[in-house]
C-alpha cells in the first residue's frame, strides 16, 4: 500500500473522555498528523463539522454523554454535515449490538472498537486514505451532484487487473442504481455478487431488480442475503419496502418489525413500523413504536411532533372496539397525548392544523359533530396562517394512518432523475424546498433542489440564481475548489441574465455580479443575501 502523508492533512478528534482524547491526540501526532484539533462533544462541535474542510473526523461516543457520538454521526448524516471527501472514523467501546447496528445505519467510512493500538489506527486510517485518494474524482463529483463524471470515472479508470476494481465496480453499482439506470446497475451487480458473494453487492443487485419491476427474483435474492447476514439491517428495509410497493402490507410489516428487533435505535425504522402495524390492525404494535420513537428523540435530530400525533391516533383506533372505562381511559391518553406533543413543540405552527383534524376525526367517532366541526375549522384557520398551506385532505390521511397515495419516494435513498417534461409549478414548488434546506443548513440537499427545479423548467431565474449564490459561498469557503465553483457561479449567472424580469430577480442578479467582481476570499461570511423564492 502507498505510504500515506499525514503531515497535510487536517484532522478533527470528537471525545468527549479527557484521558482518551489524549491518548488517541498522542497516537495522531505519532503518525505525523500535524494539523489537529481535539475537543468533546458541545454546543459548538456542529459548526466546526460543517464550518471547516476535515480530512479526517474521529468521533467517539460514550454512552453516559448527554449527547452520544452515535447522535451526533445521525445529526450529521442528516443536515449533510458527512462529506464524500472525508474520511469518518466512529470510535466506540460499546460493543453491543443495537449500538452497532444504530452506527452503521449513519454509514460512518470506519467503525473502531476502543481502546485500540496507534498500529491499528494507522492501519485503518493509511486504508481509508489510499481510499479516498484513488476515488477523490467520484467524491467531488458527487459532492456538487455530477452522478454522470462519478460513473465515467468508475467506468472508465479502472481495469480488471486493478486491485480497486472491485471497490469501483460495487460504487459504480450503487451510482446507476441511484441515477436511474437499473439495468445497467444490475448488470454490473450480478456480475460482482457472484464473484465475491459481497452483501454490498447483492444489495444493490435487489435494488435494481426491484426498479425493473422484477419483484420476486429481488425479493428472493433479499430472503438470500438476510438468511446469510442476519444483521443486514439494509436488507431487511429494502425488502419491507418492496412488500409494501407490492401490496403485501403484512408481509412489510413483519419484515420491519424483525429488522426493528434487531435495530432497535434508529426512529425513521421504528416509524415505519408504527406507520405499517397502524394500516395492519396491529395497534399495540404500533403504540410500542411510537412511545419508543418519543424516548429516543429526545436528543435526536428526529425529534418532531410526528410520533406523539401518531400514538394519539392509536388511542383513536382502539376506542372504536372500547367502551366504559377502557373507553374513558382512552380518551383520557389521547388528550394527554396531544398536550404533551404541544408543550414539547410549542413552537410548531403545523401542529395545530394536523392536531385540529385528528381531534376531529375522535369527535366524530364519538358522534360529537359541533366539537368535531369546531376542531376543523381550527385547523382551516391555522392552515391559513401557515406560509406554505398543508393539504389538508393528504394531512388527514397521514395523522389517522391511512395508506397515503405516494407522491414522491418513500424512501429518500435514492435521487432519481426528474421527468423532463416543463412543469413550471413543480419548479417552483422544488425550488422553495431547496430555500427550506439552504435555511436549514443542509447545503447539499438544497443544491439537489435548485437543480431539480432548473430541469423542471430552465427559464425558473429564481432557481438559477439561488445555485449562483450557493456555488459563490462554496467559492468563498474553499480555496481549494474555488477556481471550478466560480466557473459554476458564471454559468447561471449567464443563464439567468436574460431571464431575470422582476425587480428582486435583477436585483439578486446584480448583487452577485457585484460579488463577483471582488476578491471572493473577502466576501462576508455566512449567507450572501435572502434566496428566492
Not at 454490498?200 to 435487489?206: I, K, M, P, Q, S
Not at 428495509?237 to 410497493?245: I, N
Not at 391555522?382 to 397521514?398: F, G
Request: with cysteine; charged share 25%.
Amino acid at each position: 500500500m502507498v505510504k500515506i502523508d499525514y503531515s497535510d492533512k487536517q484532522v478533527l478528534l470528537i471525545e468527549s473522555s479527557g484521558n482518551m482524547r489524549s491518548i488517541i491526540f498522542y497516537m495522531l501526532r505519532s503518525l505525523g498528523v500535524m494539523n489537529l484539533k481535539a475537543i468533546t462533544i458541545n454546543n459548538r462541535v456542529l459548526a466546526e463539522i460543517s464550518e471547516n474542510n476535515y480530512d479526517v473526523i474521529l468521533l467517539g461516543h460514550n454512552v453516559n454523554d448527554n449527547v452520544t457520538g452515535i447522535q451526533l454521526l445521525e445529526e450529521c448524516r442528516y443536515r449533510g454535515y458527512i462529506k464524500s471527501s472525508a474520511c469518518w472514523v466512529f470510535m466506540t467501546s460499546d460493543a453491543s449490538q443495537e449500538v452497532i447496528l444504530h452506527a452503521i445505519d449513519s454509514r460512518p467510512d470506519e467503525l473502531i472498537m476502543k481502546p485500540f493500538s496507534v498500529e491499528e489506527l494507522k492501519h485503518r486510517l493509511d486504508a481509508l486514505l489510499y481510499r479516498k485518494s484513488i476515488f477523490k474524482p467520484v467524491d467531488d463529483a458527487l459532492e456538487v451532484g455530477d452522478y454522470p463524471t462519478a460513473i465515467g470515472y468508475c467506468k472508465n479508470n479502472f481495469s480488471s487487473y486493478d486491485p480497486e476494481y472491485d471497490e469501483a465496480q460495487l460504487i459504480l453499482a450503487r451510482l446507476l442504481n441511484q441515477f436511474g439506470k437499473p439495468k445497467e446497475a444490475a448488470s454490473v451487480a450480478e456480475k460482482q455478487y457472484w464473484k465475491s458473494h459481497d452483501k454490498e453487492a447483492g444489495l444493490n443487485w435487489a435494488q435494481s431488480l426491484l426498479a425493473l419491476n422484477r419483484i420476486k427474483e429481488g425479493q428472493a435474492l433479499l430472503n438470500e442475503l438476510i438468511e446469510e447476514y442476519p444483521l443486514f439491517i439494509a436488507a431487511y428495509d429494502l425488502l419491507s419496502a418492496s412488500h409494501e410497493k407490492n401490496g403485501d402490507l403484512e408481509q412489510a410489516c413483519e419484515t420491519v418489525s424483525e429488522a426493528a428487533q434487531k435495530a432497535p435505535l434508529g426512529i425513521p425504522r421504528q416509524m415505519e413500523l408504527g406507520r405499517l402495524a397502524t394500516q395492519t390492525k396491529k395497534l399495540e404494535l404500533a403504540g410500542g413504536a411510537y412511545k419508543k420513537s418519543i424516548v429516543l428523540g429526545r436528543r435526536s435530530c428526529y425529534h418532531s411532533p410526528e410520533p406523539y400525533l401518531r400514538l394519539a391516533n392509536v388511542k383513536r383506533l382502539e376506542l372504536a372496539n372500547s367502551e366504559g372505562a377502557v373507553a374513558t381511559e382512552l380518551i383520557n391518553d389521547f388528550e394527554q397525548t396531544m398536550t404533551q406533543a404541544s408543550r414539547a413543540f410549542p413552537e410548531d405552527r403545523s401542529l395545530q392544523v394536523k392536531a385540529g383534524l385528528l381531534k376531529s376525526e375522535m369527535y366524530s367517532a364519538l358522534g360529537d359533530t359541533d366539537e368535531a366541526n369546531k376542531c376543523t375549522r381550527e385547523a382551516q384557520r391555522a392552515n391559513a396562517e401557515l406560509e406554505v398551506p398543508l393539504d389538508l385532505d393528504r394531512e388527514l390521511l397521514k395523522v389517522t394512518g391511512d395508506a397515503v397515495p405516494i407522491l414522491e419516494p418513500v424512501k429518500a435513498k435514492s435521487i432519481i432523475p426528474p421527468s423532463k417534461k416543463h412543469d413550471p409549478e413543480m419548479s417552483y414548488k422544488v425550488n422553495r424546498l431547496g430555500v427550506k434546506h439552504y435555511l436549514s443548513g443542509k447545503m447539499p440537499q438544497a443544491l439537489k433542489y435548485f437543480g431539480l427545479a432548473t430541469e423542471y423548467d430552465t427559464s425558473n431565474a429564481s432557481a438559477l440564481l439561488n445555485l449562483a449564490q450557493l456555488f459563490l459561498e462554496s467559492a468563498r469557503d474553499s480555496e481549494e475548489k474555488r477556481a471550478e465553483r466560480l466557473k459554476m457561479v458564471g454559468r447561471y449567472l449567464k443563464l439567468a441574465e436574460k431571464l431575470a424580469d422582476d425587480g428582486a430577480e435583477k436585483d439578486k442578479q446584480q448583487q452577485l455580479v457585484t460579488y463577483l467582481k471582488h476578491n471572493v476570499a473577502l466576501l462576508p461570511q455566512g449567507s450572501l443575501g435572502n434566496l428566492l423564492r
